[in-house]
């Protein structure tokens, strides 16, 4: 028996053949409603009837869109003539699948479960089941079954990990991986009066606890994914991730810490005013067709929990349009933010998963990292790339347009990474504005206080010469 063989398996199940092709058959019952089987990547081996033959396992889920997900053990059974599949058995719902193994003629299955009165996400014990598929008909045993506060953790908890803010960042952005039943603490130092705010993506079974000493904001018995509070008190503040989730989970977490008196989302507060500062003086740029000239503002590397929020602030302050080139693996645990740049009226467009470098990139890696961030955007994505350092090769362009993608670079940046003055910023983009420039600042990648400020400037500049501010990609 192959792999192959069990990718288009034929097995009975309640008087019903189902035939899979490519690891996969559907059932439809007319309109919306279908059932799906997949054969999962796992199988175990062994001989299940003692005639000296290798039989195999598979293990096939069921999706059905009324009743929920269910777990398949299908034994298909090797005369040496091929594979025969016995009646499956159902596991369970909604568990999770730990192993399966062929142990003295039996089928030994091990999973987590719920206790029959626990929400759907919530694993309480682990069982092991015997499965028999000797007989006419497959016999079913439960041979074990604990509740997990019986089981040992895996092992200790992780090294605890000290959060520092960048100077001028109010906020940071953390991620790891955590096993079940352990516990990451990051520690945060922040004052009585703080506004506080810890943002989990993760998968469910996968909650946050925040406390420093006695005051405990969130405990991860109640299942927060997302906390908001005014902290009571100064000192280390612990923000533990905690994983009832079973196997191992991959996560991120937005952490922000706002000065006392502070409304959230962060209102903009500018160091300096605008008003302040002295710009010298530039004659409107003329128009061929007699209209008002128009400059294009893109961000790149955010989003950030913090300064895309300014920069969207400022933005709407002078009824301005802007396309934000966003890092996918951010826009997945920013998605209110995200939602936020659309609703305003701006436009997305892709800046890799993770800001990799295109030029020598292989195939195989830039579609992973142009693909995934189109598809995390959905349908608000446009047809806008913009590579990372502004970097190309001679496939880029070719391997965009594939993603139905165009690639978009900018006529000047004030080089606004480096956070020089904010008025320097500003003095920048008024040099360069002329009609259909195209500007480039970061909202994200760093400490971009200056950015804002010296947006605002130049915004308020600009529109006093009368210039309009349009997204680009559609
Ligand atoms: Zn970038």
Avoid at 157 to 165: G, K, T, V
Avoid at 370 to 391: D, E, F, K
Wanted: proline residues 7%.
């Amino acid at each position: 028996m192959e792999w192959e063989d069990l990718e288009s398996l034929r097995f009975e199940l309640d008087g019903e053949i189902i035939q899979l092709e490519n690891g996969q058959a559907v059932v439809s019952y007319g309109g919306a409603s279908e059932d799906r089987y997949t054969l999962q990547n796992r199988v175990a081996q062994g001989d299940l009837n003692g005639d000296g033959y290798d039989d195999v396992v598979a293990h096939i889920v069921l999706s059905t869109a009324c009743t929920g997900t269910f777990h398949l053990v299908v034994g298909v059974i090797d005369n040496g003539k091929g594979g025969e599949a016995q009646a499956p058995v159902s596991v369970g719902d909604r568990i999770v699948m730990d192993r399966i193994e062929v142990r003295d003629r039996t089928v030994e299955v091990v999973l987590f479960d719920r206790e029959p009165d626990e929400p759907f996400t919530v694993i309480s014990r682990r069982q092991m089941l015997e499965i028999d598929f000797a007989g006419p008909e497959p016999a079913v045993a439960v041979i074990d079954s604990q509740p997990l506060e019986s089981l040992t953790p895996p092992g200790p908890d992780l090294p605890e990990i000290d959060i520092r803010f960048d100077p001028g960042a109010i906020g940071a952005i953390v991620a790891g991986s955590i096993e079940f039943r352990q516990r990451q603490t990051y520690t945060v130092y922040i004052s009585a009066g703080q506004w506080f705010s810890a943002e989990l993506d993760a998968p469910l079974g996968v909650w946050l606890d925040v406390r420093l000493e006695d005051h405990v904001v969130a405990s991860g018995t109640e299942r927060f994914q997302h906390v908001q509070a005014e902290l009571p008190a100064t000192g280390p503040w612990k923000v533990t991730v905690v994983s009832a989730h079973a196997g191992a989970a991959e996560y991120k977490m937005a952490i922000e810490a706002l000065p006392p008196g502070s409304e959230y989302p962060p209102a903009t507060t500018p160091t300096e005013s605008p008003d302040d500062v002295e710009l010298p003086d530039h004659s409107l740029a003329p128009t061929t067709d007699g209209t008002a000239p128009v400059v294009y503002f893109t961000f790149d590397d955010g989003p950030h929990p913090v300064y895309t929020t300014q920069v969207l602030d400022v933005l709407a302050k002078y009824n301005a349009r802007a396309t934000f080139f966003v890092v996918g693996s951010l826009a997945e645990v920013l998605p209110r933010t995200i939602q936020r740049i659309v609703d305003e009226g701006h436009t997305l467009a892709n800046h890799t998963w993770n800001h990799e470098n295109l030029a020598g990139l292989p195939r195989e890696a830039f579609d992973d990292t142009v693909g995934r961030t189109q598809a995390i955007l959905g349908s608000r994505a446009t047809n806008c790339l913009r590579p990372p350092y502004g970097s190309l090769d001679a496939f880029t362009r070719e391997w965009a347009s594939e993603h139905g993608l165009e690639v978009q670079t900018w006529d000047f940046t004030p080089g606004d990474w480096l956070q020089p003055p904010a008025v320097e910023i500003a003095q920048g983009l008024l040099d360069h504005a002329r009609n259909g420039a195209i500007f480039l600042l970061h909202d994200g990648g760093g400490p971009r206080a200056q950015t804002v400020l010296g947006l605002d400037m130049a915004l308020q500049e600009l529109s006093s010469r009368g210039f309009r501010f349009e997204p680009l990609c559609t």
